[in-house]
Each structure stands twice: as C-alpha cells, then as structure tokens.
C-alpha cells in the first residue's frame, strides 16, 4: 500500500513553454501533498504544501505564479511550472499523506524536467 | 526552525566494512526523523524512520539508526556494506513537529569499493 506515482518521469521542454507534473496516490486518499525541488548534487527544498480543495501553501522564495498547483481531488495534485526557463530545470518530487492523525507521507519517483 | 547536519558530504568504504552516516538535528520536541537513500536519477526510498519508543530503530536492507536525544543525532549504521548501497543517503527531520512536512539534510554520497 501507500504507493504514489509521478507523471511524467522525465519531460523536456522548450524555453518559455509550460508543463504539468502529475502526482497521484494511487491506493490511499491524500488530503495533503508537498511538492518538493531537488536540483542538480544538492538537497531536497519543499516548495510548497497542498491541500485538497484549497490553495496551496508556498515556502518562502517560491513564486506561486511560476509555479502552480492544483490539488482539485483527494488523489491528485498538478504541478505547473509555467513559462519555464533553464534555471527551472531540476527534480521535481511530490509526497502524499493519508488524513488523520500525524503520519508520514509517501514519496513518488519524481520527474527530471529539462528546459532548453 | 528546525534544521538537519549532515557532516559528511562523501565517505568512502570498502565492501564489507562497516558504515556510520552521521545526522544532527536541530528541534526542540521530540523530532520525527527519517532516513532515506536515493540513487542517480531516481526517486527517494525510505530506509527507517524514529517517531517514538525504542531508540534503536531497524530499517530495511540491514541499516538501523539511534535517536540520541542528548547528542541531538540520528546516525545512519550498517555492518557490512554491499556495492549496491552505494547511493546518496539522505536524513530528514519533520517541520514544525509533523511528520509528513520534512527538512532534508544536504545528503552523504556513499561510495563502496570493491
């Protein structure tokens, strides 16, 4: 149990161009995901907290207009990263956690978004 | 705000050889903390995990840690390393006392020589 999937593992995109990130989980309902930025020999920094049915709250530095989240039902959350340019390239990985109580949440695979 | 140390950014062993990854954490409460390990261009597993009760916790692949409150460390051990635990290791403690909401230390790159 507890399995979350990202969408796309890998995605390339042009300079100035959108892309969506998938992450759902597939055999719990999540009412709070985090989405989180890894990028290249460095650490994990969480981006931002999302919750179902509401907006989404965002770590200090991120802009929430650059990157955009939706988490509209109680399995997925979209990550939005629009007009992207190559500073955005990195790993993108999402974690969900079921409702009640303090518990963990559960990692997805991530998604290596390239910009050229 | 608490934060996550950990000292060694690249240790190298040999197969066969014992391993100790350090971890320090900055909390105040009881912390929830965590160790995963992560290979080139691939998502996080979770290796173990200490939220309360024993101090000594067991994980998967043959790793344990111990939550040492007084030294504020959660170090990462194995016995006998195998080349396939050669990855990046990294440590996490909960925000603000929750256990989903996690800062990561800024991870040790294991190496295993055969």
């Known amino acids: 149990g507890a399995v979350v999937s990202q969408h796309p593992s890998r995605v390339i995109c042009k300079s100035g161009t959108s892309v969506k990130i998938e992450c759902r989980s597939l055999d719990f309902q999540a009412t709070t995901m985090f989405w989180y930025r890894q990028f290249p020999k460095q650490s994990l920094m969480l981006m931002a907290t999302?919750?179902?049915?509401?907006?989404?709250?965002?770590e200090q530095g991120v802009e929430k207009d650059k990157f955009l989240i939706n988490h509209a039902s109680l399995t997925l959350s979209t990550l939005t990263v629009t007009s992207a340019h190559p500073e955005d390239s990195s790993f993108y990985i999402c974690?969900?956690?079921?409702?009640?109580?303090?518990?963990?949440?559960?990692f997805g695979q991530g998604t290596r978004l390239t910009v050229v | 705000a608490q934060s996550v140390t950990q000292p060694d950014i690249h240790i190298t062993v040999s197969e066969g050889a014992s391993l100790e990854l350090r971890c320090n954490y900055s909390y105040g409460a009881t912390p929830y903390l965590f160790w995963y390990v992560q290979s080139p261009g691939q998502g996080l597993q979770l290796l173990l995990k200490y939220f309360s009760g024993d101090t000594l916790v067991q994980g998967i692949k043959g790793f344990e840690a111990e939550f040492k409150r007084s030294q504020s460390s959660f170090n990462l051990r194995k016995p006998s390393v195998h080349w396939s635990d050669a990855a990046e290791y990294f440590c996490a403690v909960g925000k603000a006392g929750t256990a989903s909401k996690l800062t990561f230390g800024t991870g040790t790159r294991l190496q295993v020589m055969l």
């Open positions: 999302s919750n179902e049915g509401s907006k989404a709250t965002y």
């Open positions: 974690s969900a956690r079921s409702p009640g109580g303090n518990t963990e949440a559960f």
